[in-house]
C-alpha cells in the first residue's frame, strides 16, 4: 500500500471517528440542556427503566398524567406502565412517540389518549398565528429530551412551523437551540439532570386542588354526534393504529373525563362515532355507562373543568387499570429485584398520596 493511500485513509478513519464522537456527545449532551420543568423531564424517566419491563406505555396530554397513576395500577393489577404525556401533546407526535418507546420496550400495549383531536378541531381560526407559536413551544416538549435518532429528526422535519425564531437547524442540533440553558441552569439543576434516573414513584403528575364544576347533562356518544370527524383527524387516527400493527403491539384509544363545552361535546360525539365506524379499540370514559361506574363527584373530584385532582385521578386509574387487565394480556417482564422496584415505589406512592389527599382534604373543607 503506497503512502499516500495510507494517508488518505488516516485521514478518512480520523474524520468518521470525529464524526462519532461529536454525533455521541450531541446524543448524551443535547437531552442535558432541555428546558427546566415537569413536562420536559419525561423521555429521561422513561429512558431510565430497564429494557423491556413495561406492560404499557400511556401517550397523550394532561388528559392522562393528572388521570392516572403507575404505581397504584401496578399494585392493584399487577401490571407495568409509564407516562409518555406532555402538555398539549399533538396528536400527530403519537406514532414518532410510539416509534421511539418500541426501541427499549417492546410493551403490550400502547394507551393514547386523544383529547387533543377535539382540542385542534375548536381552535378560534383568529388566533392561528398565536396557535403556531403554541405548538412549536408544545413541540419542544416532546423533543427536547429524546435521543437523537432518525424518529426526532423525522418528528420535527414533520410538525415543526418554521419562523424567523425556529429554524429547523437548530431543532435538529439541541445543544444549538439550548446553549444559553448552559448559563441559566443552576448548578443544583446541574447536579439533578446528570443523576436523574428513574423515578422513585414511577411518575404521577396530581393535583390536591378541589374547585366544584358543573356535571354534565350529557354524555358523548356516536348516536349524538351532528357533525363528522375531519379528514385529517381521521388521518390522524388511521396512523397511529397502523403503526401499532406495524410493530405487532396492542392499542387503546382513551378519552378521559372532563365538563364539555358545546363545540367540544360535538366532536367528542364524532370522534366516538368514527371509532366504532372503524371498529377500532376504544374506552370513552365520559360515556354513561363509564360515568356512573366512575361514579366521580363534580364537586369535589376536579380541579378545573378539564382536569381531575388526586380523588378524582385514584377513580380513574381504579377503572382503566383494572379494564386494562381485563381485556388484555400482559407478560410477567419483572424478575425479584425488579418486581422490590415496583413494591418500594408502591411505597413512595402512598407517601406521597397521604400528604396530596390531606390537603385536598382540607381545601374540601375550607369551601364545603
Not at 410493530?247 to 362515532?273: H, I, K, M, Q, W
Request: glycine share 4%; charged share 30%.
Amino acid at each position: 500500500m503506497s503512502t499516500t493511500r495510507k494517508k488518505v485513509l488516516k485521514t478518512v478513519a480520523g474524520i468518521l471517528i470525529f464524526l462519532f464522537l461529536l454525533t455521541t456527545i450531541i446524543n448524551l449532551l443535547g437531552p442535558l440542556f432541555r428546558p427546566k420543568g415537569q413536562d420536559f423531564d419525561g423521555w429521561q424517566y422513561f429512558y431510565a427503566e430497564d429494557k423491556n419491563s413495561l406492560n404499557a406505555v400511556m401517550i397523550g396530554s394532561s388528559a392522562i398524567y393528572r388521570f392516572y397513576v403507575p404505581a397504584q395500577a401496578y399494585e392493584e393489577q399487577g401490571f407495568t406502565s409509564c407516562m409518555i404525556s406532555q402538555s398539549c401533546q399533538n396528536i400527530k407526535a403519537v406514532p414518532y412517540i410510539m416509534e421511539e418507546a418500541i426501541k427499549t420496550q417492546k410493551v403490550d400495549l400502547f394507551v393514547v389518549e386523544t383529547r387533543q383531536v377535539v382540542v385542534d378541531l375548536v381552535q378560534d381560526p383568529k388566533k392561528a398565528k398565536e396557535r403556531e407559536e403554541k405548538e412549536n413551544y408544545y413541540l419542544s416538549i416532546v423533543t427536547s429530551g429524546m435521543k437523537q435518532s432518525l424518529t426526532r429528526a423525522k418528528l420535527i422535519h414533520e410538525l415543526l412551523i418554521p419562523d424567523e425564531e425556529n429554524n429547523e437547524l437548530e431543532w435538529q442540533v439541541p445543544l444549538l437551540k439550548y446553549h444559553e440553558n448552559i448559563f441559566e441552569i443552576p448548578v443544583d439543576d446541574w447536579l439533578e439532570r446528570l443523576c436523574m434516573g428513574k423515578s422513585p414513584c414511577k411518575g404521577f403528575r396530581l393535583r390536591y386542588t378541589a374547585n366544584a364544576q358543573e356535571e354534565p347533562k350529557k354524555t358523548p356518544d356516536a348516536r349524538y354526534a351532528t357533525v363528522s370527524l375531519p379528514q385529517e383527524s381521521r388521518d390522524d387516527i388511521d396512523k397511529i393504529v397502523q403503526t401499532a400493527e406495524k410493530y405487532g403491539t396492542e392499542l387503546l384509544f382513551v378519552s378521559t373525563p372532563y365538563v364539555y363545552t358545546e363545540n367540544r361535546y360535538n366532536y367528542e360525539c364524532a370522534l366516538d362515532a368514527y371509532m366504532k365506524e372503524k371498529h377500532y379499540p376504544f374506552l370513552n370514559m365520559g360515556s354513561a355507562e363509564v360515568k356512573s361506574a366512575l361514579a366521580l363527584d363534580y364537586k369535589v373530584d376536579f380541579y378545573d373543568y378539564r382536569h381531575v385532582n388526586i380523588s378524582g385521578a385514584e377513580k380513574v386509574t381504579s377503572y382503566l387499570a383494572d379494564y386494562l387487565q381485563t381485556n388484555y394480556q400482559f407478560k410477567n417482564r419483572l424478575n425479584e429485584k425488579q418486581k422490590e422496584e415496583w413494591d418500594t415505589a408502591v411505597m413512595y406512592w402512598h407517601r406521597d398520596e397521604q400528604e396530596y389527599l390531606k390537603d385536598w382534604e382540607d381545601e374540601c373543607e375550607k369551601k364545603s
